[in-house]
């Protein structure tokens, strides 16, 4: 296999094994409490974390636990003639090898000792992730067959080399070891990065600290952090990398700071202010409902008509949709209807939208019908079912003509020709045993559905969503 200069460099300066940093015992100590047992010896519980005696009504087994009164851990009850027990559990450190980040990773193996009655750990490294490469690197002690990680406690540390896993490292640990980050980030791209401040913000449990690296590694993080912007430093630094005065980066006069920062604003929150320059964070959250978190759909309705208005305007709408009002618009568009005031607002949305779609032809020419020929065999490999539901894409215009008779909306005059152009993504979900007769028209859009309705625009049922979740899950998003 070949390997990148950079990284047989790399890897050549890297030693084989790496001091431990200077409180790793007391670390590794912190972490262990967890993981310890009640021993029971008669109705008398000898505790493995702090040593003391108890008395316990609790049976053994796995599962069975008892709190101790004495350090408060909470373990499980195991006889007295326990033997070949043992807990794993893994940790992590921050390391540097040639002014590049290394997260080195160990596996604890804390393995009962029954004369003693008490856990002994053996502690060994296994991998080493470098970020600013890419690469996981394993040593002779890892070892993964099919989707089973396993790590050899015995075998010492021979060779390093690059892990090329089809999935990866598994990379699961249960806390990392932060006391020197400052000192081991010096000269490598993370040295200015508030990472301890990003990783306290995000809560250290369960934490994909690569995630947090792969955020630091712009420039614009560490502004981001220190301005208390939080949300747009850990999910959207690669968004506000511009260099430059506050309206540059931001899109945004430097008025709204206090503002955006007192609300610790997120992405499409400050996109809405953007586009209102309201500052009231309700009114924002909830103009972002209104489009169930689309912001596209929300920048495209701001080129016609004040967010502040259509947001009261829904209110007053039965079942408002910001989706059908979209398409109310377009066909208002390709009917050459002027957009005054009253026909941007009108009384009763769903009755003006109808009426549009009576008006409005769809193209039927050749060109249309080939192009939705196509796209259904583009399409045609997420076809999904279970035993209850199927659901294929559109097959052609008549199948769209059929839906949309069948349904009553307005699939076939609004969406023939997005589907066709490949604007967008129609499906029909049906009963497998009755699979001529539709049930659920269905839009998706880059990879998400956006629409679902049964017979006139009625909402799903719960039976309906949770077929199109797991679809949307296992066959639009699979890896
Ligand atoms: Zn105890």
């Keep these: 296999m070949y390997i990148r200069k950079e990284i047989r460099a790399f890897m050549e300066k890297m030693p084989k094994e790496m001091k431990m940093p200077k409180h790793w015992r007391k670390f590794v100590n912190e972490n262990d409490v967890e993981y310890n047992l009640l021993i029971k010896h008669g109705k008398e519980c000898e505790c493995t974390n702090c040593?003391?005696?108890?008395?316990?009504?609790?049976?053994?087994?796995?599962?069975?636990?008892?709190?101790?009164?004495?350090?408060?851990?909470?373990y499980d009850v195991r006889r007295s003639n326990l033997k070949n027990y043992f807990f794993l559990y893994d940790l992590a450190v921050v390391d540097n090898v040639d002014n590049k980040l290394v997260l080195r990773y160990f596996e604890v193996k804390r393995i009962y000792n029954q004369d003693k009655k008490r856990f002994d750990d053996n502690v060994v490294e296994y991998a080493r992730v470098v970020p600013e490469l890419d690469i996981e690197l394993v040593n002779?002690?890892?070892?993964?067959?099919?989707?089973?990680?396993?790590?050899?406690?015995?075998?010492?540390?021979?060779?390093?080399?690059?892990?090329?896993?089809?999935?990866?490292?598994?990379?699961?640990?249960?806390?990392?070891?932060?006391?020197?980050?400052?000192?081991?980030?010096?000269?490598?791209?993370?040295?200015?990065?508030?990472i301890v401040d990003a990783i306290m913000y995000l809560g250290n449990h369960k934490l994909d600290f690569l995630k947090v690296l792969e955020k630091a590694k712009y420039a614009s993080f560490e502004l981001l952090m220190k301005m208390g912007l939080y949300k747009l430093a850990t999910k959207y630094p690669e968004k506000f990398n511009e260099k430059g005065s506050f309206e540059k980066r931001f899109g945004i006069s430097k008025d709204y700071y206090k503002f955006m920062k007192n609300h610790n604003i997120d992405y499409d929150e400050l996109t809405i202010l953007k586009i209102t320059k309201r500052v009231n964070i309700a009114i924002i959250r909830d103009i972002l409902k209104m489009s169930d978190d689309d912001i596209e759909d929300l920048e495209v309705a701001s080129r016609y008509i004040d967010l502040i208005k259509l947001r009261e305007y829904s209110k007053k709408q039965k079942n408002f949709s910001l989706v059908n009002y979209l398409d109310y618009i377009r066909n208002l568009q390709k009917l050459d209807i002027p957009l005054t005031k009253r026909m941007l607002l009108p009384d009763d949305l769903t009755k003006a939208h109808d009426e549009s779609v009576k008006k409005v032809k769809v193209i039927n020419s050749n060109v249309i019908k080939e192009k939705i020929k196509q796209r259904y065999k583009e399409l045609e490999k997420n076809r999904y079912n279970d035993n209850v539901y199927i659901i294929r894409p559109a097959k052609n215009l008549k199948d769209i003509k059929d839906e949309s008779v069948q349904q009553d909306n307005c699939v076939y005059k609004n969406y023939s020709d997005k589907y066709a152009f490949g604007e967008t993504d129609i499906y029909f979900m049906r009963e497998a045993n009755n699979p001529k007769k539709s049930l659920v028209t269905v839009e998706v859009n880059k990879g998400r559905i956006r629409q679902k309705y049964q017979k006139r625009n009625h909402e799903v049922t719960k039976e309906q969503s949770q077929f199109l979740d797991s679809w949307e899950k296992k066959v639009l998003n699979a890896a």
């Design 51 to 74: 040593g003391k005696y108890f008395y316990s009504e609790q049976v053994e087994g796995n599962g069975c636990w008892d709190i101790c009164p004495f350090c408060g851990g909470q």
């Design 140 to 194: 002779d002690r890892f070892f993964k067959y099919m989707a089973t990680e396993r790590v050899y406690h015995t075998k010492k540390i021979r060779k390093w080399r690059v892990f090329n896993g089809m999935y990866g490292l598994g990379q699961y640990y249960k806390s990392i070891y932060l006391e020197n980050i400052d000192e081991k980030t010096k000269g490598t791209n993370f040295q200015y990065a508030p």
